[in-house]
């Protein structure tokens, strides 16, 4: 079956989601297996739209549930196909048994997860509560703060997850709504040259290669299961960091876009720096070029690659920083929040003295605005001034009612 | 940084036309941002949908803005939603009606001293298009109010954003954006 080729301005006006179906028919994707869940629905909705109007060779499969989803596409994968999926929210939450299936069987699916509150109470905007529920999943977790990083962060995802050294899947995470629904200018590629960045896919072990008979899906009882596992945290913790930075600097040579595994804005001179993910990197880096202004030498720090951790890139990205806020996304239902616990894990050791202090905010897709940022900048002044934290280490922003604080 | 909040009910087109809208000004090299607040938004429901313009990238991603236009394409909303919220002094209203802008602006206190527009959309969808879907007339009226396109420009750039539709409703779509142009008072 031949396929057509689609003409594209250099830059189009996409919304996240239509950037990333855009990414998944360059690089001609064979098997979506996918039961579509708002807001990551236009995704597949699209890719299976392409594939309907010849503009893609691939299978869409149409499935029953999440689970099927994800385990379609470990079948798909497992044979020897490129394969990606999208989800959201619920229906992450349905996949994340196959999420191990598929991480643990070293098979290189993409999923782009358009990230969304997880219920009760039921809630189909952005926050990054499904994102954290994937963490301990053994896949790779890159984050677009904008929809043309949605569509970038696509190529690199392919090209990380595909390598033979790594062959570990990937996800691609964008904020619901505030990247996934909103348009704005994005840079493209022609057909050519997006395939011939990612290359055409050379499956490994795969299943239709019958000269070679493989087994998938195997069971390991105390005999074998723990080594499967530490290879696994071993290639993660040491192969795939400098896969992704080769990658990434592939990309910067094609496009002049470039990607770092943490991203550091006004951070040379920054006394004081906000760490966060998604959208949220975008309107602080707006807020701490107004801080400046205003005398405080303020940062911002965004985790481009949360999985696996950059442990060793936050450290240097911190070093000389006084106060600190970790910004969550995520309700830690109980603790402190993942980003303040994995940057004191990452700072302990190190000779930082800097503050540190926790903030949890936008649950459900409420809005952090740029008042809430240029508040948060003064009480992180306010730290670095007492050389400790003034606050509680645990606060609420945008939070109707009395304001909540903790620890 | 021009901002443009739109007031319209699910179903009548306000995300397609700000997404259209940040389609021509995209070509003209500045960057756009459009979006909407959805909620599980029913068809009906009242929601607005927003657009940033700047000749800088744009990073802020709060929903919250202090529009400098504030399109209504659904004559109720005007009652039944403030539609003035967040506004300052310089905000410019185009607000679909069956009135005058006079008559509108005593219907509702809240316009009282603003700069208001008046254009019916509704009625010019209806007549044009055949269905009362407000999206593209508004974008007519706001070419004019705001001077920020020739019209002819405008329309060339909309032919294409609306390529997919059938030949006929892209013409009946380009007669209500000439009509919204040259009616809004």
């Known amino acids: ?407 | 940084m021009l901002e443009i909040r739109w007031h319209s009910r699910a179903g009548q087109g306000a995300v397609t036309g700000a997404k259209g809208l940040a389609d021509v000004v995209s070509t003209t090299g500045k960057e756009v941002q459009a979006f909407a607040f959805y909620g599980s938004a029913k068809r009906g429901a009242a929601m607005t949908a927003y657009n940033r313009v700047d000749d800088k990238p744009i990073m802020n991603h709060e929903k919250f803005m202090h529009p400098d236009y504030v399109l209504v394409i659904d004559p109720a909303l005007v009652y039944t939603t403030d539609i003035t919220i967040y506004d300052k002094e310089e905000t410019v209203y185009i607000i679909t009606t069956h009135m005058s802008t006079e008559e509108l602006v005593a219907s509702q206190p809240r316009l009282a001293g603003k700069t208001v527009h008046t254009v019916d959309c509704i009625k010019i969808a209806q007549d044009t298009i055949g269905r009362p879907i407000p999206n593209t007339p508004m974008l007519g009226a706001l070419m004019k109010v705001s001077g920020m396109y020739e019209i002819d420009f405008f329309k060339d750039n909309m032919v294409r954003v609306l390529s997919k539709l059938p030949q006929k409703i892209v013409d009946a779509n380009m007669d209500a954006i000439q009509r919204a142009y040259d009616e809004v008072k």
């Not at chain 1, 999985?307 to 890139?313: E, K, L, V």
Request: net charge negative.
């Open chain 1, 1 to 407: 079956m031949a396929f057509d080729k689609m003409e594209l301005r250099d830059i189009e006006v996409w919304d996240g989601n239509f950037a990333a179906a855009q990414a998944m028919r360059q690089v001609q994707i064979d098997v979506v297996a996918a039961y579509p869940i708002t807001p990551s629905t236009p995704i597949v909705e699209g890719y299976a739209k392409f594939l309907a109007d010849g503009y893609v060779e691939g299978e869409f499969v149409m499935v029953e549930s999440e689970h099927a989803a994800m385990s379609g596409c470990i079948g798909a994968a497992a044979a020897g196909g490129r394969v990606a999926t999208a989800t959201s929210s619920q229906g992450f939450a349905l996949m994340v048994e196959t999420l191990y299936q598929s991480s643990g069987m070293r098979l290189p699916i993409v999923l782009n997860v358009v990230n969304r509150a997880l219920a009760a109470p039921l809630n189909v905007n952005g926050d990054h509560s499904d994102m954290y529920l994937g963490r301990d999943s053994g896949w790779i977790q890159l984050d677009a703060y904008s929809p043309q990083e949605a569509y970038d962060l696509n190529f690199i995802a392919f090209k990380v997850s595909e390598d033979h050294d790594v062959r570990l899947p990937c996800m691609v995470h964008q904020d619901g709504f505030m990247t996934s629904h909103t348009a704005q200018g994005v840079k493209t590629f022609t057909d050519e040259v997006a395939y011939d960045f990612v290359g055409e896919y050379k499956p490994m072990n795969d299943m239709l290669d019958l000269d070679h008979p493989v087994t998938h899906g195997v069971q390991t009882e105390e005999d074998w299961h723990f080594e499967h596992k530490a290879r696994q945290h071993n290639d993660l913790m040491t192969k795939v960091m400098p896969k992704i930075q080769e990658v990434f600097d592939a990309f910067e040579e094609l496009s002049g876009r470039k990607y770092n595994i943490v991203e550091q804005y006004d951070m040379d001179d920054a006394d004081v720096a906000v760490v966060c993910m998604g959208t949220s990197v975008e309107t602080a880096r707006e807020v701490a070029k107004e801080m400046r202004a205003e005398g405080i030498k303020a940062g911002v720090v965004g985790i481009r690659v949360l999985r696996p951790y950059p442990f060793a890139q936050i450290i240097e990205a911190l070093k000389d920083i006084k106060s600190i806020a970790a910004l969550d996304r995520s309700s830690p239902n109980g603790a402190p929040g993942m980003l303040f616990n994995e940057l004191a894990g990452a700072l302990y050791n190190t000779d930082s003295k800097a503050t540190l202090s926790g903030y949890v905010y936008g649950l459900g897709g409420r809005d952090l605005t740029k008042a809430h940022l240029t508040d948060l900048y003064k009480e992180l002044q306010a730290n670095a001034d007492a050389g400790k934290v003034l606050t509680p280490l645990q606060q609420f922003i945008g939070v109707r009612g009395p304001k909540l604080t903790f620890l």
